[in-house]
């Protein structure tokens, strides 16, 4: 984000801590205001309407800013491109410190030497409301704490419904979304707010700029001039830090025909990345470690180069008939006699200060190819193409005795640090790395030990055994092995007290410091390897990295269904939603095609609000509550309800059947979220509902709590059924019929959080504000309102490891209960093997007078 605004738009974190903890203490402290003519900063309050400001500044990148009144500051949004009407553009907005009121006036130069120098001009103001009705500043101030806020702008030009989201899964820190709700200020052609801006206005901020940079540069000249001294040259623009971020690849079973591929030979060593300039050699590995001082040689071949540029590759030990011995690569050089060190290139991302990669692969292939031909260096190669298809260059790979290949798509740009099925490891012989825990005694003749105990972290976080190596060691590797085993012996086992390990009392335990990549032959029905084999110790891998690696199943990109009549098409199912995990849309829509049943009775007739990731977890996703009636097929049914905040009428989606479901899925909403009333029925909810969430504490005490929720519940005698939410916390249902109001639903869930927090007060809170709760599980009653949406039983959810929010029987609600443990591979297995916890719900309504009269 540095190169596209002002220093502003530097995460708050980057600035020292300050002595003056106001609010506004960073904005004082970043300005000199003898010398600038912004106000300066001192929080007020007034009364009446809430005000907002955007700001276009034309500093070193021309940005919007976007500022709100609250608690008595500007809480300020960066945006780069401007703020928009299509509800369709997703705007990044970062935010920034804090601004005083005075600020919403203010127009002018800041000038050069000062914070954000460049032209200040107004480009909408107003007033703006919630857009929850009944919402006031301190219910905003919540909703910014939370990360949600969403208004009704009042202005010239920005009018009607906006939501500011936080990307909450962004690598930069305060990373915000603005987007326009799909109302009657909407406009659904392309919006750029420079086309609503004077030429007065960007001709006065270009000439700014132009008359700044100029005594800039003839400052710098007569500094030269007149002490002798170079300037130090720019750092080379290529240089930033994500091209330090592979792509990376994910283990599949095979490719589609119906995709052109590319296919290279799969290398046994070091991932590596390589930056050369006019002045410099720099090789990096995946996680952005030096590798210059391991591999010297390498480092100076390289400077040959005459062309700054940044190639991806491997490193690799070869001996004389080009076989790779990876475990030579792990001091570094010098290598032993008759093997040769190698730096085989497969991609180019940039060339010449041209950033290449969002171009196809094809297409850097073929420049990588042309350069090659004019660059001569032994010990830099060119990754070789095989023929195709993929099953003839596996032989080929199988012949050679390779691990394997690399299937590449032609037309795929480069993901920097993302994993992507573009790029595809098939492999002939199969892989694992595992950690290893511990080991045994030698018998007989051998030195060191006897095996290594291996194991893999789970989707929990928690390690878990796959069995034990004991062959492919050679002496010298046995004793260097041992060597460092002793040194990181420990008595406590570092696996769970229920994995049991055969001989277990013989077993030497070490800490989980050491990475081993294992062949093996498959697994074990009991999860562990069969035939495993050592190959050598890895040093270039995260310890948190090392999990069971499933291949990619090859699926067809579009299925057609048919449900009777109704006909869907399901499309772009390779795309990958959960990269970490490897897991695609079709496997999404795969999973509900498999729980729709068990959902449905939880969906009928309540209006759906969708939480769409089109394009995967990893990029941002929106909330969509109107559905146009000319979207999808004809067979989708929806409702027209009136908006309580606005009094627009919205469009809901009714999800009756697994047709429409299915639909939802495919329009990339991970999440379902249905209102707890039907629509038939709007004042009267199905359930009520309380959710515990854990607000950072210990999900052993949510436990605790959630178990005196149900003992106060049976005590009274209402039925009450639990799920987890699939993020942090955990639900609980009582399924009333419909027979009461929110009004008194809610004060009976309200009741029912206040005997909670009477028995747990010192860990549990009913405070709104995230601020007054810090370190407390909230109780949130507040869910039980009309319009209000909570994700639906056996919903998946947009988290890491596609958690699913998962109906539990009370037995399950234990210390050993984890978020983790329901994804949706394991609910599935769960589903098929055991009865459904919830399968009473709607046997017997709760009689909530006689439960009040209980209390």
Known sequence: MGNEM???????????????????????????????????????????????????????????????????????????????????????????????????????????????????SIFDKGYYTALEKGDGEQELLDAWERGHIKVVLHGKKLRGEFALVRINNSNEENAWLLIKHNDRYAVQEEYHAEDKVSLKVKEEGELFRAQESEKKGKGKTAKRKGDGRKESPPKDAMASNDVFSPMLAVLSTGVSDDTDWIFEKKLDGFRALVEVTKKDVQIHSRNGVHFNKQFPSLAESLKAVDRTLILDGEIVAEDSKARSHFQLLQHGEPLPAKFKLRYYVFDLLMLDGNDLREFPFSARRDLLQRWFAKFAQPEIRLVPQLDGPAEKALQQAKRAGWEGIMAKQADSRYLAAKRSTFWRKLKVQQSQEAIIVGFTAPSGSRIGFGALVLAVFDDAGSLRHIGNVGTGFHDDQLADLMQKLKKIVRQKKPLSSEIKVANEKHVTWVKPALIAEIAYAEWTTDGHLRHPVFKALRTDKKMEEIKKVTPLEEMTNDREVRFGKKILQLSNQKKLYWPKENVRKGDLLAYYEQVGQLMLPYLKDKPISMNRFPNGIEQPG????????????????????????????????????????????????????????????????????????????????????????????????????????????????????????????????QMLAELLHEEHAQVTSLERSPIKRKKKIYLDYMQNKRAQTIVAPYSVRPKAFATVSTPLDWSEVNEDLSIQQFTMASVLARVAAREDPWATIFDEPADLKKAIAAF
């Open 6 to 120: 002002c220093a502003s738009a530097k995460p708050m974190h980057l600035f020292p801590r300050l002595t003056d903890m106001s609010p506004l203490s960073e904005y004082n402290a970043k300005r000199n205001f003898d010398k600038t003519k912004e106000p300066r900063g001192s929080a007020a309050r007034k009364a009446g309407k809430l005000r907002f400001v955007v700001q276009r500044h034309h500093a070193s990148r021309l940005h919007y800013d976007f500022r709100l009144e609250m608690g008595g500051v500007l809480k300020s949004w960066a945006v780069p491109k401007g703020p928009s009407l299509n509800p369709q553009d997703k705007r990044l907005a970062v935010m920034v410190e804090d601004h005083p009121l005075r600020y919403r006036t203010f127009e002018g130069e800041i000038p050069k030497g000062n914070y954000g120098f460049g032209t200040v």
């Open 622 to 749: 929106f909330f969509q509550k109107d559905v146009d009636k000319n979207t999808g097929p004809r067979w989708l049914k929806t409702v027209e309800l009136e908006s309580e905040s606005t009094g627009n009428t919205v469009n809901y989606l009714l999800c009756n059947d697994l047709p429409t479901l299915l639909w939802v899925a495919n329009m990339g909403s991970i999440e379902i979220n249905p209102w707890l009333a039907t629509y038939r029925k709007k004042n009267n909810p199905v359930f009520g509902v309380l959710d515990i969430d854990p607000n950072g504490v210990d999900f052993k005490t949510v436990v605790s709590v959630a178990n005196t929720a149900h003992d106060i519940l049976m005590d009274v005698g209402v039925r009450s059924y639990v799920k987890t939410s699939g993020s942090t916390g955990l639900h609980i249902y009582i399924y009333l019929a419909q027979k009461y109001t929110f009004e008194v639903v809610r004060d009976f869930i």
